[in-house]
């Protein structure tokens, strides 16, 4: 392999990717809205908000990975000249949007009657339980505008989901400011109001991505041409694609979702702590998940092409990118952490425990940005099973049991956590490159 970058592919990653990360931001802030205007309500609603949106989140991810399958497929059509089949696969989603969105809500609904049976406050437990029941019925409509979001991801067109989710986070604070206070004639709902409010931007997000579709010329032209296949054949190789994406980042989530069980059996202090260090670092992983998104469509189109050039150049690109970006953050954590810290809290114990995982957190988020990296550029070329397979070993065989070994049986606390996660991602990004480096020999080979 040369060694040079083309900046040509650097350029386009960037460009691909940057509407991802404003996109990804948008949804944050919608999160963060919606918990700091229920705490004005009570400390149990922002409670409630708060674990009722982490437990929607793990079994939502399962929808949002299936659809993630449509940007590959789709990218790989794009890359082969078969643009205007690639309507095909949103119709299989389409034919799948309502089966996923009822399995989903099932999944979360069991979920909250576990709230029943653990050791939390009793009004904690009803009032998430509420708040979950009316996000039940927003998942259709966020579904599908994952799915709409994904086939324009496959066609390059990654902008237009940014934009609309900035409407929609407009939307949604003006909403939850008159249906939680009860504004314009409305009755206070409090945080029912917000669940509420929550609801309406997801079904604004999928009209108007779905407007963009109907109003766009090109995709217009594309939904016009006719296209002779067959759906039962297409909906299955779309759950084939779609599927391993979805669990690998169930795995994850719940993952990450067990570190906060082993924080809490350390103290109370340390998962306030644990929570803070994590939101620091998930900034970080927003700028990843777009590079990752711009590797996916890229290798998908280079894949489709069967241009094992354009393969090279868009893994070598990415990896760049992405390096240049952990890097960046890298420094800003160890020597601008008590700064980032500061701004979640003036807690003087948090911050005498958050200050030194912030260098661990250095090293962790370049781990995880090339973890992630290698699961997008192999979903490009449509390998998702053993990196599924991957994730699940280094993810529940290693990361979480060391984060447990290391935290309690040897008392190194949260840094034993922290020091998990180092050693979980990187031997999943070792594994997954590894992984991409001989897939693309094999290539090599074929073609």
Partial sequence: MKAAINLGYVWRAIKLAAPVVGGQLGFVLMGTTDTIMCGKVSNVAQAAVGLGSAIYFLFFVIGMGIFQGVTTLVSIDDGAHKRSESKKHLIAGLYLLLPISLGINLLIYASTQILNVINLPIDVVEHTQTYIRILLWGTPGMMLF??????????????????????????????NDVLIFGKLGFEPYGFSGSASATNSSRYLLALLICAYVLINKECGQLLKTKVS???????????????????????????????????????????????????????????????STASNIMIGNGFGARDKDHIREAAKACIFV?????VLFAAAFVFGGEYLLKLYTKDQEVLKLGIPLLLIAALFQLSDGLQNLGLNMLRGLKDVKVPASIAFICYWLLMVPICYFLAIPLSMGLSGIWWGFVIGLSLASGLLLYRFYKQYQSIQTKW
């Fill in 322 to 326: 992405i390096g240049i970006i952990e």
């Fill in 146 to 175: 994952l799915l709409v979001s994904a086939y324009l991801n496959g066609l390059s067109k990654t902008l237009p989901n940014m934009i609309v989710t900035f409407i929609a986070l407009v939307a949604n604070y003006y909403l």
């Fill in 229 to 291: 296949f067959n759906l039962k054949m297409t909906v299955r190789h779309l759950l084939q694609i779609g599927s391993p994406i979805g669990l690998q980042l169930f795995l994850e989530v719940f993952a990450f979702t067990a570190s906060f069980i082993i924080a809490g059996w350390i103290g109370s202090i340390e998962v306030t702590t644990h929570q803070n260090v994590l939101n620091i670092a998930s900034v970080t992983f927003m700028f990843i998940t777009g590079i």
